[in-house]
């Protein structure tokens, strides 16, 4: 019933942006914690931002001030916005939810995000 589809990844050279979208769906949307996390090849998955029903934001030390969440409620999406993208960065970026009922997390397909000269 939870749906979440991923989109905005790809190829990109060090220094570049990229922008990933989120469309949620079969969720009140507005009540429910955002968020997106990553793992890169041969690592563990890691949460990567993180953003409340109240706007409220939190970011991993490796990509706090390169890194933007933020949310439209009007949309149902959620977006990461990843600036000045480094070689460590590339990795499967998948979006998470958390909707108002305990102990609930849903995760999206993930889509592949590589930065690379």
């Known amino acids: 019933q939870v749906q979440l589809v991923e989109s905005g990844g790809g190829l990109v050279q060090p220094g570049g942006s990229l922008r990933l979208s989120c469309v949620a769906s079969?969720?009140?949307?507005?009540?429910?914690?955002m968020g997106w996390d990553r793992q890169a090849p041969g690592k563990e998955r890691e949460l990567v931002a993180q953003?409340?029903?109240?706007?409220?934001?939190n970011y991993v030390d490796f990509v706090k001030d390169r890194f933007t969440i933020s949310r439209d409620n009007a949309k149902k999406t959620v977006y990461l916005q990843m600036n000045s993208l480094k070689a460590e960065d590339t990795a499967v970026y998948c979006c998470?939810?958390?909707?108002?009922?305990?102990?609930?997390?849903?995760w999206g397909q993930g889509t592949q995000v590589t930065v690379s000269s």
């Open positions: 079969g969720m009140l949307f507005n009540f429910a914690t």
């Open positions: 953003i409340g029903r109240s706007g409220t934001t």
């Open positions: 998470y939810a958390i909707p108002f009922v305990p102990g609930s997390k849903y």
